[in-house]
């Protein structure tokens, strides 16, 4: 039996996206919108939205509907195109008040108001839809009132009584605090015996902690992530009421687009290739040294890291261990990513230090993403935290072996490497920590040094399948046990 779902977010790739939230938020959907679900997603108007080339129509009978904010009456339209590559309807909410923005996100107080309002008008144009959703899926804390919403303003209305609530937590880091007198704002002036009283008492109001405390179901990205957000050292504050809705809380890993990262197909690189051939890839490391002016040695294992350069991706612990290996002659490294100058100048320094061995690309590529993730031999992604990665995944997919840090999705999706049965997809470290970092190095670079047991690896990692069909899948199942259909 096919599923009502509507999808609320602050971003849907290709329309706004700052991360991962956008595309899971156009991904998921995608999904499930094919194999036969009535997916309706809805995402603010941004002015920032590029809409040449899209096919965008008001909906007539959205037009000049009504919602307060605070004591004054905002009116907004409402306007519809499919999303790409899919046939499911994206709907635009029209309200040049609040969405005529530089960016998607403005900051401060704003924002409290900008989202609030996409919950309350995503769930105004169910109504004049007539539609009731199974499932209403919010997404971090700009939709997370959405929950709070339902058991109140809209409790009145008939429509909703059977629809249930599913909020994911992509990024806890991120939980949309703003002061108490917001609450007149987002239309929870009448409703503030329903919020968390020690926060109002601090004079806070917090739209994460309300989604935690009235959504019928939690998710986050993986699996152990959905335990790490239970613990002092992951849960950022929020832990304790985690842990009071742990029978609630589940962790689903995030899927991956084979359709964009597949190195059979992939349309950056020249030299194709699969488990059954992997010459491509060597020819592509080839290729990709060349053109980023490194020594061209094939013997050497090639380091690849891409990502945003913060305190959280974890390179505190490489840089280090990678001088050493450098300086010994045991490895090269190429190295993307944007963020905090203080690794972009360690990365930087290796470059310098180690011409022709070390390259550093500061800035964002997709291009060079692309190439990276087929062209090295090992990828590196020690994180602090990651609630579900997505390179350790794609990595896999290219025979990339990774070394990651046993946290959140890079746990979920590595196997440890086990010499004795040749079994495992990678190397994994447990402690934050240069120590154990420069062993699990040290272990992958001894057992690059027997090229079968590496080959192995590799076709142990590319075998993997993290699609969105098998994950998707898994939130099917979870919907249906909670709309009861199952
Ligand atoms: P996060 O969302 O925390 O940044 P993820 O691994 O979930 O981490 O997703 C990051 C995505 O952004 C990946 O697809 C990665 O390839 C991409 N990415 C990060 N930095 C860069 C960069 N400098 N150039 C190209 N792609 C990048």
């Not at 909906?59 to 009456?73: A, K, Q």
């Not at 390179?391 to 999705?409: C, E, H, W």
Request: charged share 20%; hydrophobic share 40%; aromatic share 10%.
């Amino acid at each position: 039996m096919s599923l009502g779902i509507c999808w609320t977010s602050s971003e849907v790739a290709p329309f706004a996206k700052t991360g991962g939230l956008g595309d899971v938020s156009a991904a998921l959907p995608r999904y499930l919108h094919r194999v036969g679900h009535d997916v309706r997603i809805f995402l603010p108007f941004y002015s920032s939205i590029d809409n040449r080339g899209l096919d965008i129509v008001e909906v007539d009978f959205l037009r000049h509907l009504e919602l307060d904010i605070g004591l004054h009456r905002t009116s907004f339209s409402v306007f519809t195109t499919p999303l790409p590559d899919s046939g499911l309807p994206v709907y635009l909410i029209h309200c040049p008040a609040l969405y005529e923005r530089s960016g998607i996100y403005a900051g401060g107080d704003d924002d409290a108001v900008r989202f609030s309002f996409l919950s309350r008008a995503s769930l105004l144009c169910c109504q004049h839809m007539s539609w009731s959703p199974d499932i209403f899926h919010c997404n971090d804390w700009h939709t997370a009132l959405m929950p709070l919403y339902l058991k109140r303003a809209f409790s009145w209305d008939q429509l909703f009584q059977n629809s249930r609530t599913v909020l994911t937590i992509h990024n806890i880091a991120y939980q949309g605090i703003f002061p108490e007198r917001i609450c007149d704002q987002v239309g929870l002036g009448e409703d503030r015996e329903f919020l968390y009283q020690d926060d109002l008492d601090a004079g806070i109001l917090s739209f994460l902690k309300t989604g935690i405390l009235y959504a019928d179901v939690l998710t986050t990205v993986s699996p152990t992530h959905a335990l790490e957000l239970q613990t002092d050292a992951y849960g950022m504050g929020l832990q304790d009421l985690l842990r009071q809705r742990s029978d609630h809380l589940v962790g689903i890993l995030n899927g991956v687009d084979y359709g964009e990262w597949n190195p059979a197909t992939d349309r950056v690189l020249e030299h194709h290739y699969s488990p059954d051939d992997l010459s491509g890839k060597q020819r592509t490391k080839l290729a990709v040294t060349e053109r980023l002016g490194l020594d061209t040695d094939p013997r050497l294992p090639l380091l690849g890291v891409i990502s945003r350069l913060t305190a959280q991706k974890g390179f505190d612990l490489v840089i280090e261990p990678m001088r050493q290996a450098l300086g010994a002659g045991r490895i090269q490294l190429v190295a993307l990513g944007t963020g905090e100058s203080r690794y972009e100048s360690a990365f930087q320094g290796l470059q310098d230090a180690f011409p022709g061995r070390a390259v550093f690309h500061r800035g964002y590529s997709e291009e060079l993403a692309h190439l990276i993730e087929a062209a090295a031999d090992i990828f590196v992604m020690p994180s602090k935290f990651e609630p579900s990665g997505l390179n350790q995944m794609y990595s896999l997919k290219y025979g990339t072996v990774p070394i990651v840090r046993r946290t959140g999705g890079l746990a979920d999706a590595v196997d440890l490497y086990n010499p004795a049965t040749g079994e495992g997809t990678g190397f994994l470290f447990d402690h934050f920590s240069i120590d154990a970092f420069r062993r699990a190095l040290a272990f992958a670079l001894e057992t690059y040094a027997d090229p079968e047991a590496w080959k192995r690896l590799m076709h142990n990692g590319m075998s993997r399948d993290f699609s969105w069909d098998r994950q998707g899948a898994l939130y099917v199942e979870l919907y249906r046990r909670l709309a009861g259909h199952s």
